[in-house]
C-alpha cells in the first residue's frame, strides 16, 4: 500500500467522525454548517499552502474549480441536510452507499479492473450496509426528502471522487481554494433560503472540529489518495464508515445498537481485508 492510499484511509477515519459531529450541531440549517465549517477547513488548507509558498498552486482552470466546488459543496450540502430532515442512523448509513459506487466507478470510468476478489470484498461490504439499513430500520414517510438527500449525495461523492483520477494534474494544495468557494457559494445560499441561527457553545465546538477534521484535512487527504493512490481499494475500505460512524451516533444517543451491527461490522471488515490482501499480491505497492 503506497503513502497515498495511506492518506485516503487517513480521510477514512476522520470522516467516521462526520455525522456525530453533524448532530452535534444540530439547530444549525445545513446551508449555513455547510458555509462555516467549510470556511474553516478552507482557511486551515490555505494557512499550510501559504507556509509553502504554494499560493500559485490556486490558480486552476475552470473545469478544475467547478468539479472541486462542485464536489466538496453539493456533497456537504446534501448530507447535512439528510441528517436534519430524516433520522440520522439511517440516513447516515443511505449516504455511505458511495464506496460501493466509488469501486463499481473506477471499472466503469477508468477501465480499472476489479477482479473476482475485490467484487467479492465489495459485495461482503455491501451486505453489511444493506443489513444495516434493512434490518428491522423503519423509514418514516415525512423523511423521504432527507433520504433522498442521502442517496444523491452518495452519487455525488462517488463521482467526484472517481473523476478525479482524470483531474490528477490538479495539485491536492488547490483544494483549500475548492473549500473556500464552497463556503462563499454555501452562504450565499444560506442569506436567501435560510434564517441565520448564532452557533451556541455546542454548535461552535463541533463546526470548529468538522472544519478541521472531516470537512477540512480529509479533503486534501482523500485528493491525494484519488488521485495517486488506489481508488478500488480505498472504495472498499471506505466500508469500515458506516459502522465506525453508526457506533459512534449510537453511543451520541443517535440511534440503538443491537447485533445488527456486530454482525455488519464483521461483513463489512471481512471485505476490506479481502480487498487489501487482493493488492498486495497483485499490485505493485
Keep these: 500500500m503506497n503513502r497515498a492510499?495511506?492518506?485516503?484511509?487517513?480521510?477514512?477515519?476522520?470522516?467516521?467522525?462526520?455525522?456525530?459531529?453533524?448532530?452535534?450541531?444540530?439547530?444549525?440549517?445545513?446551508?449555513?454548517?455547510?458555509a462555516l465549517s467549510m470556511a474553516v477547513g478552507g482557511l486551515l488548507g490555505l494557512g499550510v499552502v501559504a507556509a509553502?509558498?504554494?499560493?500559485?498552486?490556486?490558480?486552476?482552470e475552470g473545469l478544475a474549480w467547478a468539479h472541486g466546488v462542485g464536489g466538496l459543496f453539493g456533497y456537504h450540502a446534501l448530507y447535512f441536510a439528510a441528517l436534519a430532515l430524516a433520522p440520522a442512523v439511517e440516513a447516515n448509513l443511505l449516504n455511505y452507499l458511495w464506496p460501493l459506487l466509488?469501486?463499481?466507478?473506477?471499472?466503469?470510468?477508468?477501465?480499472m479492473p476489479l477482479g473476482s476478489r475485490r467484487l467479492l470484498g465489495v459485495a461482503l461490504g455491501f451486505a453489511g450496509c444493506a443489513l444495516l439499513i434493512g434490518g428491522g430500520a423503519r423509514f418514516p414517510a415525512g423523511a423521504l426528502p432527507g433520504f433522498l438527500c442521502a442517496v444523491a449525495g452518495a452519487v455525488v461523492w462517488a463521482t467526484y471522487s472517481?473523476?478525479?483520477?482524470?483531474?490528477?494534474?490538479?495539485?491536492?494544495?488547490?483544494?483549500?481554494?475548492?473549500?473556500?468557494?464552497?463556503?462563499?457559494?454555501?452562504?450565499?445560499l444560506h442569506l436567501v433560503f435560510e434564517a441565520t441561527v448564532w452557533p451556541d457553545a455546542r454548535q461552535a465546538l463541533a463546526i470548529l472540529l468538522l472544519g478541521l477534521g472531516p470537512v477540512g484535512s480529509a479533503f486534501f487527504l482523500w485528493d491525494?489518495?484519488?488521485?495517486?493512490?488506489?481508488?478500488?481499494?480505498?472504495?472498499?475500505?471506505?466500508?469500515?464508515?458506516?459502522?465506525?460512524?453508526?457506533?459512534?451516533?449510537?453511543?451520541?444517543?443517535?440511534?440503538?445498537?443491537?447485533?445488527?451491527?456486530?454482525?455488519?461490522?464483521?461483513?463489512?471488515?471481512?471485505?476490506?481485508?479481502?480487498a487489501s490482501w487482493q493488492r498486495s499480491r497483485h499490485l505493485p505497492a
Design 5 to 34: 492510499t495511506l492518506a485516503g484511509c487517513g480521510a477514512i477515519l476522520l470522516w467516521a467522525f462526520l455525522g456525530v459531529l453533524a448532530r452535534l450541531a444540530a439547530g444549525v440549517p445545513p446551508l449555513e454548517l455547510t
Design 52 to 60: 509553502r509558498g504554494s499560493l500559485g498552486l490556486l490558480r486552476q
Design 102 to 111: 466509488i469501486v463499481l466507478l473506477s471499472g466503469l470510468l477508468l477501465g
Design 162 to 188: 472517481v473523476t478525479a483520477r482524470r483531474l490528477a494534474r490538479v495539485p491536492t494544495e488547490a483544494v483549500a481554494g475548492f473549500c473556500l468557494v464552497s463556503a462563499l457559494l454555501a452562504g450565499v
Design 224 to 274: 491525494l489518495g484519488m488521485k495517486r493512490g488506489d481508488p478500488r481499494l480505498l472504495g472498499t475500505l471506505a466500508y469500515s464508515i458506516p459502522v465506525l460512524s453508526t457506533l459512534l451516533l449510537v453511543a451520541a444517543g443517535e440511534g440503538r445498537a443491537d447485533e445488527r451491527v456486530l454482525v455488519a461490522a464483521l461483513l463489512v471488515a471481512g471485505g476490506g481485508v479481502l
